[in-house]
C-alpha cells in the first residue's frame, strides 16, 4: 500500500512561487510514476505534470508549461512540483498521484494564488 503525504501549499501573491512535495512510502519509488493533479472549486479534476519512473519522461498540462517543472528524488522517495509565476486561475487543492499498477492518492494541499 502506497502512502502519500503532500506538503507546502500555502498563500502566494500572484507571479509568486511555490513548491509542492509529495512523500511515498509503502513501495519501492523508483517504480512509480508519479503525478501531480488539482482540482478547482466547481471543476474536475486535471491533470497538471507527470514524471515517469526514473524521470525519463515528463508531461506537463499546456496551462503550466513553462512555469511549473516536476522532479523527482529517488534517494529521498518524494516527487516535487516547482511552480513559479503563479496565477490566480492556479488556485486549487492539489494533488500527488502514484501508480503502478494500482492509483494511490494523496490528501491534498491547498494553494491559493491571490493579493
Known amino acids: 500500500q502506497v502512502q502519500l503525504v503532500e506538503s507546502g501549499g500555502g498563500l502566494v501573491q500572484p507571479g509568486g512561487s511555490l513548491r509542492l512535495s509529495c512523500a511515498a512510502s509503502?513501495?519501492?519509488?523508483?517504480?512509480?510514476?508519479m503525478s501531480w493533479y488539482r482540482q478547482a472549486p466547481g471543476k474536475e479534476r486535471e491533470l497538471v505534470a507527470a514524471?515517469?519512473?526514473?524521470?525519463?519522461?515528463?508531461d506537463y498540462a499546456d496551462s503550466v508549461k513553462g512555469r511549473f517543472t516536476i522532479s523527482r528524488d529517488d534517494a529521498k522517495n518524494t516527487v516535487y512540483l516547482q511552480m513559479n509565476s503563479l496565477k490566480p486561475e492556479d488556485t486549487a487543492v492539489y494533488y500527488c498521484?502514484?501508480?503502478?499498477?494500482?492509483?494511490?492518492w494523496g490528501q491534498g494541499t491547498q494553494v491559493t494564488v491571490s493579493s
Open positions: 514524471i515517469t519512473s526514473a524521470g525519463g519522461s515528463r
Open positions: 498521484k502514484a501508480r503502478f499498477i494500482s492509483t494511490f
Open positions: 509503502g513501495f519501492t519509488f523508483t517504480r512509480l510514476t
